[in-house]
Nanobody
């Protein structure tokens, strides 16, 4: 059974940084894709960063150069380091694990960036 638990969200001023953590169980980092997505009220969830089984990373254009996704396979943990945060980064951030046609989601963590 896949379980993803996010932490690290909070309130930060524009220009600041936050580091989100996702502790996973029931997953295999060498088989599936780990990622972070975000969602604001009334909008669809959008992917911001992914890391593949071989460690390749991809970012949405809106966060390139500011966000970094990383992982520790031994600890079954994925992080999202967010720097130079902007008010438009405000959202609920979700950790995700995708293996084939199945995607599992965490419960989400709120990130609020004040101007």
């Amino acid at each position: 059974q896949v379980q993803l638990v996010e932490s690290g969200g909070g309130l930060v001023q524009a220009g600041g940084s936050l580091r989100l953590s996702c502790t996973a169980s029931g997953v295999n980092f060498r088989l599936g894709i780990m990622g972070w997505s975000r969602q604001t009220p009334g909008n669809q969830r959008e992917s911001v960063a992914i890391i593949t089984p071989v460690g390749s990373t991809t970012y949405d254009d809106s966060v390139k150069g500011r966000f970094t996704i990383s992982r520790d396979i031994a600890k079954n943990t994925v992080w999202l380091q967010m720097n130079s945060l902007k008010p438009e980064d405000t959202a609920v951030y979700y950790c995700a694990y995708r293996n084939g046609a199945t995607t599992n989601w965490g419960q989400g963590t709120q990130v609020t960036v004040s101007s």
